[in-house]
């Protein structure tokens, strides 16, 4: 099924130099691991693009090279990723570099967890990112490993420890903090977003030919902040929006910036569809 578009906020278009996509098909949340996910696109799509991946000290700033450590930092070992990771959802990769054998290796022998960070060739190295903890793996006879892992927490890289044989940080934890608005109905604005995201996927559906049913619930008791999470893990092809979201640290925000993005998008499915009902040989062909 062609996704449809996803139109960004105004202010958050000028950072966004692909073409973003809403996808349904993440939809439900995955909640439990499944192995299934080995054979989702977003495999496919690490299969043919972790290889080109560059880790070195230079991808980062200078102020991750300080000295001064406090209590409430640990260390965690780092893949740098073309995606973004979020508390709660699901990734499934193949590893296959010799480095991040190694590292597998380690993480298999220990407490199974890595940071997920966001990086490309336009933007280098994202700060922020997500805490991956292996749930499922498969070792093959190669030595390359199937993995399926499970957002955990998000972290803030504050020193680089070491770039070889794979990135090392010393990393602090994020948590949302309580809104600059006491008064914000937090399950109010998810319950909005929630509206905003069935009517996307009910016209994506008609757009795309396929049958329009009741969009099932999709919030399935998740509280404001983990619903936040998920609903931006659905802006799939949108990275740098999607870190956006992941570093805002306010939970209000991140919901009022989905609402806004999947409004766009709405406003724009709803004129597509308005063409394919006065012209549907032209939207067919």
């Known amino acids: 099924m062609a996704l449809p578009q996803l139109i960004p906020s105004p202010s958050s278009s000028s950072s966004l130099h692909h073409k973003p996509s809403f996808n349904p098909n993440l939809l439900p949340y995955p909640l439990n691991p499944n192995p299934n996910f080995l054979s989702t696109p977003l495999l496919r799509r690490q299969r043919h693009r972790s290889s080109s991946l560059k880790c070195s000290a230079s991808s980062f700033s200078e102020r991750h090279h300080t000295n001064s450590k406090s209590d409430d930092v640990v260390e965690l070992p780092l893949f740098p990723l073309p995606l973004v990771l979020f508390p709660g ?37 994202a700060d922020v990112g997500c805490v991956g903890e292996v749930v499922k793996h498969e070792r093959l006879v190669d030595d390359r490993f199937f993995l399926i ?4 927490e998000r972290f803030r890289v504050t020193d680089l420890v070491r770039t070889k044989p794979y990135l090392v940080a010393e990393v602090k934890w994020l948590e949302d903090r309580p809104s600059g608005d ?3 109905d937090l399950d109010a604005m998810s319950t ?26 999709l919030r399935r008791n998740l509280f ?6 998920f609903v931006g893990s659905t802006f799939e092809g949108a990275p740098r929006e999607q870190q956006a979201l ?13 609402k806004e993005t999947l409004r766009n998008t709405l406003n724009y499915l709803t004129a597509a569809s308005a063409v394919k009902d006065v012209f549907p040989s032209s939207s067919s062909s």
Not at 193 to 216: A, C, T
Not at 246 to 258: F, H, P, Q, V, Y
Request: with cysteine; proline share 4%.
């Open 89 to 125: 959802a699901i990734l499934p990769l193949q590893i296959f570099e010799f480095r991040y054998r190694m590292m597998t290796h380690s993480l298999l022998q220990t407490d199974l967890r890595f940071g997920v960070i966001y990086s490309d060739a336009v933007s280098g190295t």
């Open 246 to 258: 992941l570093e805002l640290e306010d939970t209000a925000a991140r919901l009022k910036r989905e």
């Open 224 to 229: 404001p902040t983990p619903f936040s999470f």
């Open 182 to 184: 006491g008064e914000e």
């Open 192 to 217: 909005e977003v929630e509206s905003y995201m069935k009517d996307v996927i009910r016209l994506s559906n008609r757009l795309g030919g396929k049958p329009e049913k009741e969009v099932q619930d």
């Open 149 to 152: 892992c499970k957002g955990q």
